[in-house]
Nanobody
Framework: QVQLVESGGGLVQTGGSLRLSCAASGTIFSLSAMGWYRQAPGKQRELVAAISSGSANYADSVKGRFTISRDNARNTVYLQMNNLKPEDTAVYYC???????WGQGTQVTVSS
């Protein structure tokens, strides 16, 4: 059974930073591409960033501000978010592509 647990969300002012973590258990973590998605109220869930063994890609709206990384030894994927904007406010979800598994989500709120 694959489990993903996100942490690191919170309330931050415009221009601030947060680092989200997603810890995986019950899986061979290194085999799976990992992604961070977000869903704002009344909007569809969207891909923010994804990372596989060799590369990372980002939504245009976060390029240059967010960085996705992974530590296979710790079975963890991170999302460093800098220069946050109010439009980044959403619930952020971690996703393991190989296992098609989602975490429970963590709330990020950016105040203006």
């Amino acid at each position: 059974q694959v489990q993903l647990v996100e942490s690191g969300g919170g309330l931050v002012q415009t221009g601030g930073s947060l680092r989200l973590s997603c810890a995986a258990s019950g899986t061979i973590f290194s085999l799976s591409a990992m992604g961070w998605y977000r869903q704002a109220p009344g909007k569809q869930r969207e891909l923010v960033a994804a990372i596989s063994s060799g590369s990372a890609n980002y939504a245009d709206s976060v390029k240059g501000r967010f960085t996705i990384s992974r530590d296979n030894a710790r079975n963890t994927v991170y999302l460093q978010m800098n220069n946050l904007k109010p439009e980044d406010t959403a619930v952020y979800y971690c996703h393991a592509r190989l296992y098609n598994t989602w975490g429970q989500g963590t709330q990020v709120t950016v105040s203006s």
